[in-house]
């Protein structure tokens, strides 16, 4: 062990291996960085979207939970809430309302905001911390409109009698039943049993709620999960707030997507290191193997020199990486005027696994090489090896790419389809480059440019060129993310996207509905909405218990929405079959639902509404983006099957600084029942800006590890650019002819490399906007011309200035070096 340490330290003199070693530092420090960083806006996201179910962690029963649950959670530190909520009637006077009660714990909520206002038209507060005083209620807008009535009213709820003091704007866990048709009425829950309201008839649901360390929530969660009974449940942000749910999805993929490229650019220039460190290597191992070292005292040799710098880099990268993001959380904060939750352990063993990989994977392979081939052919330059070994390097670099961004992404698909991405873009790159140099030469030798160095020919030059683009191809890429697909999410989002949804509209009140908000200015559209129960697939009754699947069985227990319309909706994707052509029937199905009830194109679907059955067969597939917020629909009927069938209309209006106009809306058309969803896209456009900002971070740390590609590329091949000029300066060249000779090279090559990233990332961009984002395809030249003048200036500039210090050295030197 100490003469391998020895052999270390003496390799440490050799400027490749501290290029090396800066290469690993800097990679590292890209890969910890940026996963702490984005550990922490991750967890900021969960937690944002977390306080629209009011806790961290949700249970619901149609059944009273047991107390021995609150007990299992208080025993762990966390902070606990209950409500109930069920329908009930108030009554002022001789007028009767139907409401949804609902009594809260003082602790509640959990997570979340409460908001309230003075008087249906007065601007709302926050009243986190409290909830109504024992004898008050609170009650949304609706109510007062429909009792006609203002604060101060006496109510009478079952047995007992409240004051209504407030009107109830916002409740942090109401967009999880967005489709609520009666009013909400807040009371407290110590009041609950006065009312005598509650009984085992009662359709009541019994929520807990439970917040504190996440880490507890989830050994909470896995406690509870094996004792809850057939009634019971865990609230999820995937079942019961598919928006927001699909926003994060969205949201990890952007992020995953930008640090996926900086692990490319730290790959590209360790191999670049490695190789040059290799070569510098070869009389060593020749001269060690001629004297009688074995292969494999050779491969522990150069092997524990790797890896000790590995792990030395693996400490420095995860120390920088850890004060780096503390900087850029700092900034991020101060943008979403909030404080960033902690990081989780996992970015820091990640950079010392990816330290270790890059190694393994990239520098490990030439060194089997080195030590399979005999000392005659090293020191003549003839690595060939073995068909055996040529496979291994290959399996290895592969296998290690693929390592490497399965470790930063967590994701297979993302990660295999950059793999796919990269194996091709290189394979292109290479080719494209051996042609666009040989043009470049002709077209020098017609002009006459004798001060034009011979590119064509030169496998050093296609290989600076694949290099090249390919750093710049991940800039680029990210800079299209940065840029032109976020751009493309918020517009998904407009600044005008519903925040209204109004339902329960009857077909008799379309029209004048119609034109009470066209006359001030609110555009709509209406749909027909049916509630009907799934009964039969392809003529075989269906029921709860045939599904083991606690999703299936509440799909099954409650009535669909159904609807029918001839215009394909902007916000779903078709993905099988055909939209209906108006001459024939037919259903079309939301994927999801397909998936977890087990049919799906060509099965027969009849639905029971209303006591009328509904059959038909599936014509098409949907995909339905639900963060929208477009009237979005499991089923549709082609237009006019449905016709006679009993049903409502629903549409989604934005009100923004209109939102007292829902007061005047219920009062002219009473039966129409409207729902405050600003909430939830007040939350999915944050989360969408939070993206925005640690994508724009992260391309900070990604362009750093792009300078470093470029000067490993440039250095590694420093030694035979010494050799070149040495000759040509020994042959009577001068400092002027030197200097056209290298602008115009790397200028070259520079605008070559970046035309070809900026091709390959439109093409990736839009490839990855359609399958990944769902998002539209939009055809961008300026990646193109943004590649082709920055990679000409960026690789121009550093390839003269890495050289710059040799045009001066005379010939003698510079062959000595």
């Known amino acids: 062990m100490k003469l391998l340490f020895q052999h270390w330290q003496q390799r440490w003199r050799m400027p490749e291996l501290r290029l090396l070693l800066?290469?690993?530092?800097?990679?590292?420090?890209?890969?910890t960085s940026v996963g702490f960083f984005t550990s922490r806006v991750e967890n900021a996201m969960q937690a944002q979207a977390r306080q629209l179910l009011g806790g961290d962690l949700v249970?619901?029963?149609?059944?009273?939970?047991?107390?021995?649950?609150?007990?299992?959670?208080?025993?762990?530190?966390?902070?606990?809430?209950?409500?109930?909520?069920?329908?009930?009637?108030?009554?002022?006077?001789?007028?009767l309302q139907l409401t949804q009660l609902k009594a809260v714990s003082n602790a509640y909520p959990l997570r979340g905001d409460l908001k309230t206002a003075d008087a249906p038209d007065a601007v709302e507060v926050l009243s986190t911390g409290r909830v109504p005083a024992k004898g008050e209620i609170w009650a949304e807008a609706r109510l007062f409109a429909e009792l006609g009535v203002q604060s101060g009213a006496t109510v009478k709820l079952g047995r007992s009698t409240f004051t209504l003091t407030r009107v109830l704007t916002q409740e942090p866990d109401r967009s999880s039943n967005l489709f609520q048709l009666a009013p909400v009425v807040l009371m407290n829950l110590d009041d609950l049993p006065a009312t005598q309201l509650l009984s085992p008839a009662s359709r009541a649901r019994f929520?807990?709620?439970?917040?504190?360390?996440?880490?507890?929530?989830?050994?909470?969660?896995?406690?509870?999960?094996?004792?809850?009974?057939?009634?019971?449940?865990?609230?999820?942000?995937?079942?019961?707030?598919?928006?927001?749910?699909q926003t994060l999805q969205r949201s990890g993929r952007f992020l995953g997507l930008a640090a996926l490229l900086s692990v490319v650019l730290a790959g590209a220039a360790v191999v670049l290191t490695s190789a040059s460190l290799m070569r510098r290597e070869l009389p060593a191992v020749a001269v060690l193997k001629a004297m009688g070292m074995s292969r494999r005292q050779v491969l522990v040799d150069h092997a524990f020199s790797l890896l000790l710098t590995a792990l030395l880099a693996a400490a420095i990268g995860v120390t920088l990486g850890l004060l780096l993001q503390f900087g850029l959380a700092e900034w991020l904060s101060r943008f979403v005027g909030k404080e960033l939750p902690a990081p989780s352990a996992m970015p820091a063993l990640s950079g010392l696994l990816t330290a270790v990989v890059l190694l393994l994977g990239f520098a490990l392979p030439p060194l089997l090489r080195l030590v399979n081939t005999s000392p005659m052919q090293i020191l003549q330059g003839a690595l060939q090896g073995t068909q055996q070994s040529t496979w291994l390097v290959v399996v290895c670099l592969v296998l290690a790419v693929f390592g490497l961004l399965w470790l930063q992404a967590r994701d297979v698909l993302l990660a295999g389809l950059l793999l796919v991405g990269l194996?091709?873009?290189?394979?292109?790159?290479?080719?494209?480059?051996?042609?666009?140099?040989?043009?470049?030469?002709?077209?020098?030798k017609r002009a006459g440019w004798g001060w034009l160095p011979a590119l064509g020919r030169s496998k050093r030059a296609v290989l600076l060129v694949v290099v090249f683009a390919t750093g710049l191809f991940a800039l680029l890429l990210l800079t299209?993310?940065?840029?032109?697909?976020?751009?493309?999410?918020?517009?998904?989002?407009?600044?005008?996207?519903?925040?209204?949804?109004?339902?329960?509209?009857?077909?008799a009140e379309a029209a004048p509905l119609q034109r009470f908000l066209n006359e001030r200015g609110v555009k709509t559209a209406l749909y027909p909405m049916i509630r009907g129960r799934l009964v039969e697939i392809n003529g075989k009754p269906v029921k709860p218990d045939d599904y083991p699947e606690q999703r299936a069985q509440r799909l099954l227990e409650r009535e669909f929405n159904l609807s029918s319309f001839a215009t394909f909706p902007a916000s779903n994707a078709l993905l099988e079959g055909q939209w209906f052509d108006g001459k024939q029937g037919g259903l079309?199905?939301?994927?999801?639902?397909?998936?977890?009830?087990?049919?799906?194109?060509?099965?027969?679907?009849?639905?029971?509404?209303?006591?009328?059955?509904?059959?038909?067969t599936v014509t098409s597939v949907r995909e339905v983006r639900w963060d929208s917020m477009q009237p979005n629909f499991f089923v549709v009927a082609a237009p006019g099957t449905v016709d006679a069938l009993p049903q409502t209309l629903i549409t989604s209006i934005h009100l923004g600084e209109q939102k007292p106009l829902v007061t005047a809306l219920i009062r002219e058309f009473p039966s129409v029942t409207a729902i405050d969803i600003g909430a939830v896209v007040g939350e999915v456009r944050s989360l969408v800006e939070q993206v925005s900002l640690a994508v724009q971070g992260i391309f900070v740390f990604t362009l750093i590890a792009g300078?470093?590609?470029?000067?490993?590329?440039?250095?590694?091949?420093?030694?035979?650019?010494?050799?070149?000029?040495a000759i040509l300066k020994s042959l009577g060249a001068g400092r002027a002819l030197l200097q056209r000779r290298i602008w115009s090279e790397f200028l070259l090559l520079g605008a070559?490399?970046?035309?070809?990233?900026?091709?390959?990332?439109?093409?990736?961009?839009?490839?990855?906007?359609?399958?990944?984002?769902?998002?539209?395809?939009?055809?961008?030249?300026?990646?193109?011309?943004?590649?082709?003048?920055?990679?000409?200036?960026?690789?121009?500039?550093?390839?003269?200035?890495?050289?710059?210090?040799?045009?001066?050295?005379?010939?003698?030197?510079?062959?000595k070096a």
């Open 22 to 31: 800066l290469a690993l530092v800097v990679s590292v420090t890209v890969v």
């Open 207 to 245: 929520n807990q709620l439970f917040a504190g360390d996440l880490k507890l929530i989830k050994q909470l969660q896995q406690a509870l999960e094996p004792q809850l009974k057939p009634t019971e449940r865990v609230r999820t942000l995937d079942e019961d707030l598919a928006s927001v749910q």
């Open 59 to 95: 249970l619901t029963s149609a059944r009273p939970l047991d107390k021995a649950y609150v007990q299992q959670a208080q025993a762990l530190g966390l902070e606990t809430a209950e409500t109930v909520s069920f329908p009930s009637m108030a009554s002022i006077g001789e007028k």
């Open 588 to 616: 079309s199905i939301e994927q999801g639902i397909g998936e977890t009830l087990k049919f799906g194109m060509g099965d027969k679907l009849t639905f029971d509404i209303a006591g009328q059955r509904l059959s038909d």
């Open 480 to 507: 299209t993310v940065r840029t032109d697909l976020l751009d493309r999410w918020e517009q998904t989002l407009p600044a005008d996207a519903p925040d209204h949804f109004l339902i329960n509209i009857q077909p």
């Open 752 to 815: 070559l490399a970046g035309a070809l990233a900026g091709l390959l990332a439109l093409t990736a961009g839009n490839v990855l906007a359609y399958y990944l984002f769902d998002l539209d395809l939009r055809f961008n030249l300026l990646p193109l011309l943004i590649g082709t003048v920055l990679g000409s200036l960026l690789v121009g500039v550093a390839g003269y200035w890495n050289l710059r210090s040799l045009l001066n050295v005379l010939p003698l030197s510079l062959l």
């Open 423 to 444: 194996i091709v873009g290189i394979g292109l790159f290479a080719a494209l480059a051996g042609a666009g140099l040989r043009l470049v030469q002709q077209a020098g």
């Open 707 to 725: 300078v470093v590609v470029l000067v490993a590329a440039l250095q590694s091949q420093k030694a035979e650019r010494r050799r070149e000029l």
